[in-house]
């Protein structure tokens, strides 16, 4: 696994969204971390859009935009798909993805965030800052 290098802001041609992360108490009283797409309903469970519409019997990832609850900024990145792997969970079929984001630095981001593009919500793993702290690469997983 190598990270790629970031050698001018002409690079990070990728408009992505930082989302907060949300965590819920499951039947057992333990916290669970939610995916970014499930944050965003409203009291009658409905998913709520950008315009506050909602998407209720679709599929479609929330529109990111600032004035929505839960999004910290949207930032320019690199984006690199650095593996894949398919294992069996519980008679399923589950899909990891990694990819890692590359963006100015930021010192606000960790890794309780999570990131939406391109219609899918990403959870950070790992923020690493490169290049004394000009850059940063944020190691992040999709599971499909």
């Known amino acids: ?15 992505v969204t930082i989302l907060e992360a ?24 409905e998913r709520v859009t950008a315009d506050g519409g909602s998407t209720e019997g679709t599929t479609c990832v929330v529109n990111a935009i600032d004035s929505l609850p839960g999004v910290i900024t ?14 069996e969970e519980g008679n399923r079929l589950e899909a990891v993805k990694r990819v890692d984001f590359g963006i100015r ?30 850059f940063m690469h944020l190691i992040t997983r999709l599971v499909d």
């Open 1 to 15: 696994m190598s990270l790629f290098p970031i050698k001018d802001l002409g690079e990070l041609d990728r408009r």
């Open 22 to 45: 949300y965590t819920e108490t499951d039947l057992f009283g333990q916290s669970v971390r939610t995916m970014g797409q499930d944050a965003f309903v409203d009291e009658y469970g």
């Open 74 to 87: 949207q930032v320019w990145a690199k984006v690199d798909y650095m593996n894949g792997t398919e294992k």
């Open 105 to 134: 630095y930021n010192s606000a981001i960790n890794e309780k965030m999570q990131i939406s593009w391109d219609n899918e919500i990403f959870e950070i793993e790992a923020v690493l800052p490169v290049e004394r702290k000009r």
